[in-house]
């Protein structure tokens, strides 16, 4: 697999139309992060156009509730066919548990490959200070995001998002097997916007990173299929 079919391109948009008319400026794109604001918009329309255009899909809805709650929400996304599916690991061992076994009894009734399960180890706009100050986490940034994935991978999930930052030392630890996923990735040329902890695309896979998130700075580019080349090229 190149890297280009390795970067997932974050379709933060508000509605359907304006999700479609992204699709159609990048027709090299084969990987779409369908997140909360496009899916609560759309349902799963969204996920039938881009199966139907033969893409490869991130549902990134990063469930967070009780075990009996994330577990029946896994069992029902397991028949949209999505590639990944996003869980907080701060949900805890049992629901990670409780996710994943129903991830695969979901996929099974539906008769369709289970998504892998990653666990959103810290939100990439929160910061070493925001942790220590707002969440009262008595842990350095790098040692929590380590906690947080090995819980997951203890849970049996198939990975985890991360901080390009963090991946180097998560890789390290969790292994060859376990994915991880990276948002919060810059081009040198690009705002880093609310993302407090990035690196560059090259930087990212190079540090460990099996896919990279990148949205605004292809979105929001005046051409967006410009800066996707651009992208692409620089790896």
Known sequence: MSNSEKIIVALDVPSLGEAIALI????????FKVGLELFVSTGADILTLLKDRQKRIFLDLKFHDIPNTVAGACRAAASYGVDLLTIHATCGKSALQAAAAALQEGA?????????????????????RQLAFELKIPLELPEYALHMALLAKEAGLDGAVCSPQEVEQLRQTCGDD???VCPGVRPSWAEAGDQKRS????????????????????TAAADPAAAWARICDEL
Do not use: M
């Open 24 to 31: 159609d400026k990048l027709p090299e794109v084969t990987f």
């Open 199 to 218: 690196l560059t695309p090259a930087q990212a896979f190079s540090s460990g990173a099996d896919y990279l998130v990148i949205g605004r700075p292809i």
């Open 108 to 128: 099974e009734a539906a008769g369709c490959p289970p998504p892998k399960l990653i666990a959103i180890t810290l939100l990439t706009s929160i910061t070493s």
């Open 178 to 180: 376990f994915l991880f």
